[in-house]
């Protein structure tokens, strides 16, 4: 078994995540509503805690919103949505994932929202990949590595949270 390399530890996640929500809200001050999306899983806790910290520092309307993506095989399963698509007519959504790695999950999340006529879409990650497969551009980043393809990021959240290198 190959050894982990820590990208990043507790602290250095927490503070991430702080900086992600002062820049989102510096980007998004002008909107009365905002909608963050997290993909299922760790992308769905990670918007779940930006709500919180935006609920914190801005008087936006902050929705939380979840993206179920069949991670392994994206185009096996329909890709759902935890609000009606009504709701995101002309409407801001920042949308979460723990990494970006090839880009295949967030491509798929992406073509799903953009089924409807947003203002604008903008993506966050915790560990942005520079290396991927499909052309995924985050506009939010709490650290940027280059892997090669062979390279895997694990993000685990909870009691004690870690990314590393596998």
């Not at 820590?6 to 998004?28: C, G, P, S, W």
């Not at 919180?52 to 890709?79: G, M, W």
């Amino acid at each position: 078994m190959q050894e982990k390399s820590i990208v990043l530890d507790q602290q250095q996640i927490q503070q991430k995540i702080e900086r992600i929500a002062f820049e989102i809200y510096e980007n998004t001050f002008e909107e009365d509503v905002l909608f963050v999306a997290g993909i299922s899983g760790n992308g769905f806790l990670l918007a779940e805690r930006m709500v919180s910290l935006l609920a914190k520092i801005s008087d936006q309307d902050v929705r939380l919103f979840e993206v179920t993506v069949n991670k392994d095989n994206p185009l096996d399963e329909d890709i759902k949505l935890s609000i009606a698509d009504s709701d995101l007519s002309k409407r801001t959504v920042i949308i979460f994932d723990d990494v970006i790695n090839s880009g295949r999950t967030m491509i798929h999340a992406v073509r799903r929202i953009l089924d409807n006529k947003l203002n604008v879409l903008k993506v966050a990650t915790l560990v942005n990949r520079t290396h991927r497969r499909y052309p995924v551009q985050a506009d939010f980043v709490g650290l940027n590595i280059s892997t090669t393809l062979q390279d895997n990021i694990i993000v685990e959240l909870g009691a004690n949270e870690i990314a590393y290198l596998e």
